[in-house]
């Protein structure tokens, strides 16, 4: 072969492989897009929070007075019964006390009796100092002697009186702080914490100090879960709502629950940076016998739900400023940027469709929120070819963009 011809055999080579080249690229025209039929389907919106177990019940058993414990007849796990003995703190001083007040007050009983009968004699006497002036039989001084005798019997009488009754109410409030020093169950339960032994010194509290708290109560038969929901969901929750719990010692189970009480102001932080959030009492109706407080739960709490609605995917919203129709910017949630701000218009908040291979921004108005899908109440009406994805598509799609639908997806799920 000459070198002419050659040359006219690679020019021709070349000019085969460009228009192929040519053709392929006019094949692959298009952004390549997933999309998905607009349909209906029920949809449940949820609020999702973490928290710990609790008794709906519980006392905390604090020391009424100060000092040692000398008997401890409980551990924690056991259980109890109203009026059941729990631990003695040290008697000797407040029965020493008390039994010196009951000697007072029988000290004092005798003097009231003594005063009882002066004035008793004080009174004979003046009766028959009264018939012996009438008689002329007595001066005016002895009679009004006997007559001050008289009041001065009559006021130690009283003051004898007034000094039994103030020994026995002294005498009661030392019997009331012996009996602080045996310590009863209030009611049924569980021992569930137990923070002192015997020897330590109870201490009780004062002012602003909490005393010693040397025993809680629980009565297990009726537990919660507190929760801590932050305060973007709050608005959703509310008394009564049903709820399914799910505690991390019983890993393969889930607890039916009930809220019960949401808290009206914020959990106290700790650090400014930390959320704010609120407190949600979420009952647990059917709880294991071997529940026991402070172990970890997570709660799904159920604040709406509808069916047969319009949903589409969370991700193929998309927010579109009205001042530049071709632009889209943000998947699966609002941008901080997209914010209203002073002087500059609200941006809309929209999906893309396909229509004859062109993408078409469609401004939508969404509803009730679920899991993955959100419902669509005005903007589409069903049966829609919906972009939604990839990602990075949507964030650079705009409106009239030529697309296509991306095949290799659709093999990468044939396959699996």
């Known amino acids: 072969m000459t070198r002419k011809k050659m040359a006219?055999?690679?020019?021709?080579?070349?000019?085969?492989?460009?228009?192929?080249?040519?053709?392929?690229?006019?094949?692959?025209?298009?952004?390549?897009?997933?999309?998905?039929a607009v349909g209906r389907e029920n949809l449940v919106s949820k609020v999702s929070a973490n928290g710990k177990v609790q008794a709906v019940k519980k006392v905390d058993i604090s020391a009424n007075m100060m000092g040692q414990v000398t008997r401890l007849a409980v551990k924690e796990g056991d259980p109890v019964k109203a009026g059941q003995f729990l631990l003695e703190i040290d008697p000797a001083r407040s029965k020493a006390s008390a039994e010196g007040l009951a000697a007072s007050?029988?000290?004092?009983?005798?003097?009231?009796?003594?005063?009882?009968a002066r004035l008793a004699q004080a009174r004979s006497d003046f009766a028959r100092a009264e018939a012996n002036r009438k008689a002329?039989?007595?001066?005016?001084?002895d009679f009004e002697q006997l007559r001050t005798n008289l009041t001065t019997a009559e006021r130690t009488a009283s003051a004898a009186h007034q000094r039994v009754d103030q020994s026995k109410a002294t005498l009661q409030d030392a019997r009331i702080a012996l009996s602080k020093t045996y310590i009863t169950a209030p009611m049924d339960g569980v021992v569930t914490a137990k923070r002192i032994e015997v020897g330590e010194t109870a201490v009780i509290g004062v002012?602003?100090?909490?005393?010693?708290?040397?025993?809680t109560i629980s009565d297990m038969s009726k537990v919660e879960a507190e929760?801590?929901?932050?305060?973007?969901?709050?608005?959703?929750?509310?008394?009564?709502q049903e709820a399914q719990v799910h505690i991390d010692a019983y890993p393969n189970q889930t607890f039916q629950g009930q809220v019960t009480e949401v808290g009206g102001s914020p959990i106290l932080k700790i650090s400014q940076n930390e959320a704010t959030k609120f407190k949600v009492k979420v009952w647990i109706k059917n709880p294991p016998l071997t529940i026991k407080p402070g172990l970890s739960a997570q709660a799904d709490i159920f604040t709406g739900s509808k069916d047969n609605v319009l949903a589409i995917p969370f991700q193929a919203l998309v927010m579109r400023d009205p001042k530049k129709p071709g632009?889209?910017?943000?998947?699966?949630?609002?941008?901080?940027?997209?914010?209203?701000?002073?002087?500059r218009p609200k941006e809309i908040e929209g999906v893309f469709i396909m229509e004859g291979g062109k993408s078409k921004f469609v401004p939508v108005k969404t509803g009730l929120l679920g899991d993955l899908n959100v419902e669509v109440v005005d903007g589409l009406k069903g049966g829609e070819q919906l972009i939604t994805g990839p990602n990075r598509a949507l964030r650079e799609l705009k409106d009239g963009d030529t697309v296509k639908l991306d095949k290799s997806k659709k093999k990468d799920e044939k396959k699996s």
């Open 227 to 240: 929760m801590e929901v932050d305060e973007a969901s709050i608005p959703n929750v509310k008394q009564g």
């Open 8 to 36: 006219l055999f690679g020019g021709g080579l070349l000019l085969i492989l460009l228009v192929g080249i040519g053709i392929a690229k006019k094949g692959d025209q298009g952004v390549p897009v997933q999309a998905e």
């Open 327 to 343: 632009d889209a910017k943000g998947t699966g949630e609002k941008e901080a940027t997209s914010k209203p701000t002073a002087g």
């Open 136 to 141: 002329g039989i007595i001066s005016q001084a």
């Open 207 to 215: 002012q602003n100090s909490a005393g010693t708290v040397l025993l």
């Open 105 to 116: 007050v029988e000290a004092t009983a005798q003097d009231a009796e003594s005063a009882k």
